[in-house]
């Protein structure tokens, strides 16, 4: 004889639906909808419920991640709807407080160097730097440092994932950051474009990860020889919005490997995106990298969205619909851009302290550049090299005191006056006249060569000793 108990029917818990529609499709009575309003507490659209043909048969109940349908006790026989107080106890807002698990560096034994390309020296820092995550899309000329990656982090329990695509990269990366770990990728300048939306993203939500541009040359498909056509992409255009993330700028496989293992501490520290802006022959130049005498253990940070009970009621979004509070989030943002301009703005100075004429370049033509600069000193021309390591924030601070007595500063660059701007900018808003500004430029492939900066400087300073 068939039962003529009444079966329960579900409850809607909206602070819990995510609106992934997965009980909509279970439903066969077509009971559930989606809904027409946004809970402002999470941002998602719960759906709907209309229970009048409900037959109570809880294949929604399966189908939900989320703990939002609830039943009465078995021996209830009129259903009616239960506090979840009453049956779930605390909410979930009451759990314990995480607590942060801190970073361990391991001390390592003396190594003899290593002859590395840059981009396995970046990979091998990535690893070092305790990276267990890899999200990427092939693209020349950064693949080299994926293909290391793929052959070793199996090998340390790690992660590497080939995307379909470097919009799918991004917010892999998003959703691997937001659990509080250690990911990055590698990506060329076509490549870069297309996570500049998923970028945006994870800086709206505090995400950290680590992104290697190995720049080449463009517009479009451009060609695969090195360029620094991405500087503004990175300093000024990370997706839409108020975004700022440090940008580094390597000039040898050394510094691939030492800038790579900066950046993941400088992601987590302020909780924001690191790019690392290199360029073509960078990524395949081969060099003597020494190893540091130490690696990373990460732990774990208390914001986290770990999954366990004490970071379950932790929430990344980047959506605030109420414009004060996305106005207040933006000035907090604000504040750790400020943050980032005081306490990190990095150069290199190579022969500056009496420098009549100093040039300014980054990547593989500052490498040109210095080369220069030692060649003019042999004729006792007074020259220097100011190279900056960090693009954003620009350091403005330790080229200040060289505005105020050199005779003009040359720009060396293999784009169209990118670094330049990025100079021009800094000054401009710290208030500081600049000397006479000279520029070499070269695109798509093609770099400042020594001697050509040598005949400038020449040609420019008198030729004066």
Request: hydrophobic residues 40%.
């Amino acid at each position: 004889m068939a039962s003529t108990k009444t079966r329960p029917k579900p409850f809607l818990f909206p602070e819990f639906c995510k609106a992934c529609g997965r009980c909509i499709s279970a439903c066969p009575k077509d009971c559930i909808a989606m809904g027409s309003e946004i809970n402002p507490a999470t941002g998602f659209t719960p759906v709907e419920l209309d229970l009048e043909v409900c037959n109570g048969c809880g294949l929604c109940l399966t189908a939900c991640p989320e703990p939002y349908g609830l039943m009465p006790a078995p021996q209830q026989v009129d259903f009616e709807l239960i506090d979840p107080q009453e049956l779930l106890g605390d909410r979930l807002t009451s759990a314990p407080e995480p607590q942060p698990i801190p970073d361990e560096r391991i001390g390592l034994p003396p190594l003899e160097p290593l002859i590395l390309k840059g981009n396995h020296a970046s990979a091998i820092g990535a690893l070092l730097a305790g990276c267990r995550h890899f999200f990427g899309y092939p693209i020349t000329p950064s693949t080299e440092g994926a293909e290391l990656l793929a052959r070793l982090l199996p090998q340390l329990d790690g992660i590497f994932v080939q995307a379909v695509s470097e919009v799918a990269t991004v917010n892999m990366m998003y959703g691997c950051g937001g659990a509080g770990l250690r990911c990055m990728t590698f990506t060329s300048s076509p490549g870069f474009s297309l996570m500049l939306e998923g970028i945006s993203y994870m800086i709206g939500a505090e995400i950290p990860g680590v992104f290697f541009n190995v720049m080449r040359g463009g517009p479009g498909l451009g060609n695969i020889g090195p360029e620094q056509g991405d500087i503004k992409l990175a300093c000024r255009g990370l997706g839409h919005g108020n975004t700022h993330a440090i940008v580094l700028a390597p000039s040898t496989p050394q510094e691939m490997l030492d800038l790579t293992m900066d950046a993941f501490d400088l992601a987590f520290h302020y909780r924001n995106p690191v790019v690392l802006a290199s360029d073509g022959y960078l990524g395949q130049m081969t060099g003597r990298v020494n190893l540091p005498n130490h690696m990373v253990r990460p732990g774990l940070p208390e914001w986290a969205v770990y999954g366990d009970e004490n970071h379950r009621r932790n929430l990344h979004t980047s959506i605030l619909l109420i414009e004060a509070d996305l106005e207040a989030h933006n000035a907090h943002l604000n504040d750790k851009y400020d943050r980032m301009t005081r306490e990190q703005q990095r150069a290199d100075l190579f022969r500056c302290d009496d420098a009549d004429w100093v040039l300014v370049a980054c990547n593989t033509p500052a490498r040109m550049a210095r080369g220069a600069v030692q060649q003019l000193r042999d004729r006792g021309i007074k020259v220097g090299l100011f190279r900056p390591i960090t693009l954003w924030p620009f350091p403005i601070d330790p080229l200040t005191p060289l505005l105020e007595r050199v005779d003009g500063l040359i720009v060396v660059e293999a784009g169209a006056g990118q670094l330049e701007d990025e100079l021009r900018l800094a000054a401009s808003r710290a208030g500081l006249p600049l000397p006479p500004l000279h520029r070499i430029q070269h695109f798509g492939g093609v770099l400042p060569q020594q001697q050509e900066i040598v005949d400038a400087v020449t040609e420019k300073s008198g030729g004066a000793a």
